[in-house]
Structure formats: C-alpha cells, structure tokens
C-alpha cells in the first residue's frame, strides 16, 4: 500500500494510526501542502480533490511520477480508508462488536472529523488569512473557537480513562489523538478536558500512536 501523506495533515494522521494498528505494510508518498503539491496536475491525478490522504492498495512497488497510473485502487477520505481497513483486516478490531457500540464510536468520530476538523483546516485557515483578509490573532481565535466547542461536548461523551469508548481501542480514539495533537500545536488550553487529556495521553504511549507521530 502506498499513502499520499502529509506529515502534520491530522486526516493523514488518523490512516497512519490505522495503518500502524492494523499492522499491514505500507510506505510514505510525501505530499507537501505547503508548496501545495496537492494541487499539481501529478497529484490531482491520484485525488482530484487534492486533498491528502489518499490510500493507493493492490499498486506496484513503485510510484508513476505523472500521477501513479501503475495500477491499483486509490482509496481518498481519511474515515472512509479507516472503515475500508475495518472491513478488510478485522483483526485487531477497531469497532465493537455491537450495534450500539458501533454507532457510538461511529458518532464521536464523526464529531471530531465531520464538525470539529473541517471548519480548522489548512486551506480554511489560508482562506481566512488570504482571501477574507483576517489576522493571525483572528485565525487563532477562530480555531480555538471551534476546539472549545467540539471539545466540551466530547469530554462529556467519552468514557475514559484510557479510551473514547469502553475499555478498548476504537476509530474515536483513532480520530481523537490527531485533533488533540493540533489542539497543543496551537496552543489551546485544555486543563477544562482532563477526560481527553488523560485518553490521549495513554492513546500516544502506544506503538501505533508513537510511530504514527507527526
């Protein structure tokens, strides 16, 4: 497998982890957001949406420098790889075995990658200050904004203290650490979450979460 990865893209993050958890093999096609490699002609090939990650299965050993044309299925949006991954290497799990628990799990993932992630993204925050001619301190504030919101709901939701959900791994755990991750890269403070403070600190001392590290 190949990623199209982003080093600090916290979707990107979120594959890595599953990637690592899954224990399948898989290599780095780095792809530079900020010299916006993403939206040349050879990665809009791969993605049109030139958004990372994007997940190439069943490719050759090597990447076509005109976009990988070599063969295979590319897999794009981060939550839809993860489920992708569930589905095809069950082993170890990373959604419970029941109906409730799934949609559960299903629902705090989404309430990180679906409300929080997307209004904090790179080409949000650029839009903000390019475009809508806002300041760093008005960016700033934007994104703490919409951290405190999502956060103070999810620090009621989670279970803890070690997981989201229960007391084994999940794809909200997956989804959990790379926001919290950007959440300290921009300083905000989070002594109102202690729940989400301690699942992510046990969360990041485990070999799929490490090696999956910015």
């Known amino acids: 497998m190949e990623l199209y990865d982003y080093i600090r893209s916290s979707a990107a993050y979120r594959v890595r982890i599953g990637l690592n958890f899954k ?16 939206r040349g002609e050879a990665y809009r090939a791969v993605n049109p949406q030139g958004l990372v990650p994007a997940l190439r299965i069943g490719a050759g050993s090597e990447s076509d420098s005109e976009g990988g044309k070599e063969g295979g299925e590319v897999l794009t ?30 629902a705090l993932m989404y309430a990180v990658a679906c409300d929080i992630h997307p209004v904090n993204n790179l080409r949000v925050l650029h839009y903000l200050t390019g475009e809508l001619g806002h300041s760093e301190a008005e ?25 989201c959900h229960g007391d084994a791994l999940s794809l909200a755990d997956v989804c959990l650490v790379p926001q919290m991750f950007n959440a300290r890269r921009f300083e905000l403070d989070l002594a109102p979450y202690p729940t989400l403070v301690a699942i992510c600190q046990h969360l990041e001392s485990l070999d799929a979460f490490a090696r999956a590290a910015p």
């Open 23 to 38: 224990g399948v093999e898989w290599r780095t096609v780095p792809i530079n957001l900020l010299e916006a490699e993403q």
């Open 77 to 106: 949006q981060s939550l839809a790889i993860l489920e992708w991954l569930e589905e095809t290497h069950p082993e170890p799990p990373l959604l419970p075995p029941d109906a409730l628990g799934r949609a559960r799990v299903r």
């Open 139 to 163: 960016k700033l504030a934007w994104y703490h904004h919409w951290l405190h919101q999502g956060f103070a709901a999810l620090e009621l939701q989670v279970s803890g203290p070690r997981f």
